[in-house]
């Protein structure tokens, strides 16, 4: 179980992917629990089993159980903030800003994991999700923790690459 079995998964057309998968995880400026928790998080978000399952398998070598507990729990309430936020910003009416959420977020609060890696989580499925007013938050919290503009450049690009591998093999399993 490795990165290699996705990237051995993927067709030629997506020689850059499978390239960048490797580049993206293997010279990234974050340690390696924070690389590896994001490239989980982002697996959960994108949705491919097959991403999913063999970055999970990996992701367990440089993170302990509350990591992987943690990424995808970042997954998961990103899942619900990122539309909550992003429709609430779309609708253009500042009357909705003032409107609190009541939707639990306790998570948040105690990720099991540094606080600072699990924003970092966040942003990536964010971006993944497409929440500009939740890529935008996490990355000044990000920043205000002493994040550098590295370290979220990566991250970004680690969700980027993943979500690419999962919509590649997703398309693959529709065509076949």
Not at 9 to 33: E, F, V
Not at 54 to 80: D, F, N, S, T, Y
Not at 162 to 174: G, S
Request: hydrophobic share 45%; net charge neutral.
């Amino acid at each position: 179980m490795s990165l290699d079995a996705i990237t051995s998964a993927l067709p030629a057309y997506a020689r850059d992917i499978a390239h960048n998968l490797g580049s993206t995880i293997g010279t990234s400026t974050l340690t390696p629990a924070q690389t590896w928790g994001t490239a989980l998080a982002s697996a959960v978000a994108a949705r491919n089993p097959l991403v999913l399952r063999e970055i999970a398998a990996e992701a367990r070598g440089h993170l302990g159980p509350e990591g992987i507990e943690a990424a995808k729990a970042a997954a998961a309430i990103m899942a619900m903030t990122n539309i909550y936020y992003r429709a609430k910003h779309h609708i253009g009416d500042e009357r909705y800003a003032s409107m609190p959420a009541r939707l639990r977020m306790q998570i948040v609060a105690r990720p099991g994991v540094d606080k600072g890696d699990f924003k970092l989580w966040c942003l990536a499925v964010s971006a993944i999700n497409g929440c500009d007013v939740c890529v935008e938050s996490h990355e000044k919290t990000l920043r205000g923790r002493g994040f550098s503009r590295e370290q979220v450049h990566d991250a970004l690009r680690i969700s980027a690459v993943v979500h690419a591998a999962a919509v590649t093999l997703d398309a693959e399993a529709a065509l076949a």
